[in-house]
């Protein structure tokens, strides 16, 4: 049984996390992600990271130590890149088919998070405000924030649209949740994409 490293880190709100398993192809995306700029860490993971089966299922602490290590390797960015990586290579030939739009984006987002997640009371995501080059959307997966930014910034960047992500609330700020503020252009052609305004509640 893998320990994460960080094991002190807050779980977010109504995390439980029971048989939580992710799948191989993520755990792998990631050491690609890193290989280069980790030579050391990735001779490290080297044999184990050849076991994985990218069609499998492995207990998320696998994944949440690895990015773990980097984030206090080589930092935030680091983490972002990650995300960026995990979604070209693990989500990205499966999102452009479907998706047109930034609302197509942010909408399936737990959908995208449950494809590659399975276990009980893992967290999700959940659109709070959607409008004309802004949303808003609550995390409550156990990755790290930065980590999760890059996957929102690869979503935009498959449909070509620019964004940017900031945070107003966030776990490691000791909130319970983090919330991505995303915002693009305004008029941005392909950011309603036919869903409706969601005001805030």
């Known amino acids: 049984m893998i320990a994460r490293a960080s094991s002190t880190i807050r779980q977010p709100r109504g995390y439980l996390g029971k048989g939580h398993e992710t799948i191989g192809s993520d755990i792998i995306a ?6 280069d700029a980790e030579p050391t860490l990735c001779s490290h993971w080297m044999p184990l990271v050849r076991t994985i089966d990218p069609h499998g299922w492995y207990p998320i602490d696998l994944l949440l130590t690895l990015a773990d290590v980097i984030h206090e390797r080589a930092g935030s ?3 972002a890149s990650m995300g960026r990586s995990i ?3 693990s989500h990205g030939r499966h999102f452009p088919a479907r998706a047109a739009s930034i609302g197509d984006l942010v909408f399936s987002a737990d959908a995208i998070y449950r494809r590659a997640n399975r276990g009980t009371a893992i967290g999700g995501w959940r659109v709070l405000e959607f409008a004309q080059s802004l949303a808003v959307i609550e995390k409550t997966t156990p ?3 930065q980590f999760d930014e890059g996957i929102m910034q690869a ?5 070509g ?10 776990l490691l700020e000791g909130d ?3 919330e991505f503020v995303v915002e693009g252009a305004p008029g941005e ?3 309603m994409g036919g869903w409706p305004v969601m005001s805030p509640h």
Do not use: N
């Not at 990631?30 to 290989?35: G, H």
């Not at 979503?155 to 449909?159: I, K, T, Y």
């Not at 649209?161 to 966030?170: D, E, F, K, W």
């Open 30 to 35: 990631v050491f690609e992600a890193v290989r």
């Open 77 to 79: 960015d680091a983490l």
């Open 87 to 89: 979604f070209m290579l």
């Open 143 to 145: 990755h790290l924030c």
């Open 155 to 159: 979503g935009g960047r498959a449909l």
């Open 161 to 170: 649209v620019a964004v940017t992500i900031s945070q107003r609330r966030c």
């Open 176 to 178: 319970d949740t983090c």
């Open 189 to 191: 052609p392909l950011w």
